[in-house]
């Protein structure tokens, strides 16, 4: 009778252990790897597809003509993806292009925040004669703002933090990165082709150097912050998510951890909590720059301001880079900004 009962808890014991076993391969908890998973365990991103993608970034208050020249050659197409678009010069340019039979598309904000002037309908009136270029606004996409800052030309590309303004280009502090990289510019292609019929897009239509909000950018930013292991720089307008604000209270104790932020009072938390040592306001020029670079290796550019409105609700899209000379270029700016608060 002993051996009997010894026997049956002894299959009892196998059999749940097989069962924990089993359960395990099909609910496995992973820690974060660099990767991340779909609904169907599957990988949709990982750190190591990071490509070295290079060309240039420039920096205003300068840098206006680089910009210009490159929009004047291009031939076939001009795309456009904008919150604001009010520089005279520009404008002329795709008057001057549209003449030469280029075909333009531009996706601009009609409702921006505290708005004096609907410019989405003064570029219409602007352009109403010209039969090669259509405007849309964001109304109809999966987003409260259209918030990005990308054109798209004949063979190139630029990411950047500002809008078309004149300000952007004299008084503001802003990065702009160019790049001929077909794979990149391929799946912003795609993206814009998607916001432009008012598709879904779908992390397969993401390139892996690129963030897009509303979709993959608030888990990828949130654990590339939180994996910092030697420094993060960010230098951007502001910073109010909670979530974000949590994640660099607990980052402040690397050995270099350091903000600059705009001179307004939507950063007066961030300056209250943190020493100066750590986070400072750039009185002039005005940061309207987005930019944050994680242990001197991955420097992430674009249009999204640290908010929770951009994280979640906006049409935002930022480049992850690797390349040591242009993370070199951003660190030179960020120090010579740093000095001269």
Request: overall charge neutral; aromatic content about 14%.
């Amino acid at each position: 009778m002993k051996k009997a009962s010894y026997y049956a808890i002894q299959v009892r014991f196998g059999i749940l252990i097989s069962l924990m076993l089993f359960l395990s391969a099909c609910v496995q908890i992973k820690p974060w790897d660099g990767y991340y998973y779909g609904m169907n365990n599957e990988v949709t991103w990982s750190l190591s597809w990071v490509e070295d993608i290079t060309w240039e970034i420039y920096i205003t208050p300068w840098n206006f003509q680089p910009y210009y020249d490159s929009l004047a050659s291009t031939k076939s197409w001009l795309q456009i993806q904008v919150y604001e678009f009010t520089e005279k010069r520009i404008k002329n340019l795709i008057k001057n292009l549209l003449n030469k039979g280029t075909d333009v598309k531009i996706i601009i904000e009609d409702k921006k925040f505290q708005q004096y002037r609907n410019t989405y309908k003064d570029l219409i009136n602007l352009f109403t004669w010209y039969k090669n270029i259509e405007i849309k606004s964001d109304k109809q996409m999966w987003t409260e703002y259209i918030h990005s800052k990308v054109d798209l030309l004949d063979d190139s590309f630029w990411i950047k933090t500002n809008n078309i303004t004149a300000s952007a280009f004299k008084s503001s502090r802003e990065y702009m990165f160019r790049s001929y990289d077909g794979g990149v510019k391929q799946s912003l292609d795609k993206i814009f082709d998607k916001d432009w019929r008012w598709e879904k897009i779908e992390t397969k239509d993401i390139h892996p150097n690129l963030l897009v909000c509303n979709i993959n950018c608030r888990d990828i930013i949130e654990d590339m912050l939180n994996k910092a292991k030697e420094s993060i720089l960010i230098e951007t307008q502001y910073i109010t998510d909670p979530n974000i604000f949590e994640i660099l209270k607990s980052k402040s104790i690397l050995s270099w951890f350091q903000i600059i932020v705009a001179d307004t009072d939507d950063n007066d938390n961030l300056l209250n909590y943190f020493w100066p040592a750590k986070v400072k306001n750039l009185k002039k020029p005005y940061v309207h720059a987005k930019m944050i670079l994680i242990d001197n290796k991955y420097l992430i550019l674009g249009s999204m301001n640290l908010s929770q409105n951009s994280l979640d609700k906006n049409r935002e899209i930022w480049i992850i880079l690797i390349d040591q000379i242009l993370i070199g270029k951003f660190e030179s700016q960020f120090r010579r900004d740093w000095r001269n608060q």
